[in-house]
């Protein structure tokens, strides 16, 4: 049973860092994609960043440039580092390993004006 755990958010001002993790169980983790998904209030969740198994990154052009996923296999963890936050960064993020349907219980992230 895959299991994802989400961790670092904070509220923060605009402007601020943050580094989110994501801790897997239960899958051979080198070999997956990775994705990090975030949901605002009364918005759909999106995609913000993926990772291959590879190492090959793809964003959402809302957060390139300032946002960077990584992984460390021997951790079994995905990272997402966000700097330059913004008020529209304000959701609740979330892990997504590829070929399962689990997700974590996501973690918030509030950045002020």
């Known amino acids: 049973q895959v299991q994802l755990v989400e961790s670092g958010g904070d509220l923060v001002q605009a402007g601020g860092s943050l580094r989110l993790s994501c801790v897997v169980s239960?899958?051979?983790?080198?070999?997956?994609?990775m994705t990090w998904y975030r949901q605002a209030p009364g918005k759909q969740r999106e995609s913000v960043a993926q990772?291959?198994?590879?190492?090959?990154?793809h964003y959402a052009d809302s957060v390139k440039g300032r946002f960077t996923i990584s992984r460390d296999n021997a951790k079994d963890t995905a990272y997402l580092q966000m700097n330059n936050l913004k008020p529209e960064d304000t959701a609740v993020y979330y892990c997504?390993?590829?070929?399962?349907?689990?997700w974590g219980q996501g973690t918030q992230v509030t950045v002020s004006a």
């Open positions: 239960g899958t051979i983790f080198r070999i997956r994609g």
């Open positions: 997504q390993i590829s070929n399962s349907d689990s």
């Open positions: 990772i291959t198994a590879g190492g090959t990154t």
